[in-house]
Nanobody, 118 residues
Framework: VQLQASGGGLVQAGGSLRLSCAAS????????MTWYRQAPGKQRELVAA???????NYADSVKGRFTISRDNAKNTVYLQMNSLKPEDAGVYYC?????????????WGQGTQVTVSS
């Protein structure tokens, strides 16, 4: 299974970006899809998560500004980021718990860079 993240880039503060993460490979079901981010010198932190039942969870710092969604038919998770702030900058990673024909495993995507200019 591979996770391919895309959509990062440079945006001015107050702007928007939409990240995508597509899973491919031996997939029977994806239980949880999650976005994490890591800023330079900081630990990786959870940004948002969505379950197969469409239950969503957000970090307090992004509530009301970010929206996570998923397209189960495409095995893809999205992160719509609005009203971006400089402190939102970092590398965004997708993470998924995948059930395949051989069992359940977790995977990380390669990361996509988000830069927010003030």
């Amino acid at each position: 299974v591979q996770l391919q993240a895309s959509g990062g880039g440079l945006v001015q503060a107050g702007g928007s970006l939409r990240l995508s993460c597509a899973a491919s490979g031996n997939i029977f079901k994806i239980n949880v899809m999650t976005w994490y981010r890591q800023a330079p010198g900081k630990q990786r932190e959870l940004v948002a998560a969505i379950t197969s039942g469409d239950s969503r969870n957000y970090a307090d710092s992004v509530k009301g500004r970010f929206t996570i969604s998923r397209d189960n038919a495409k095995n893809t998770v999205y992160l719509q980021m609005n009203s971006l702030k400089p402190e939102d900058a970092g590398v965004y990673y997708c993470y998924a718990v995948v059930v395949s024909s051989t069992g359940g495993y977790h995977y990380w995507g390669q990361g996509t860079q988000v830069t927010v200019s003030s």
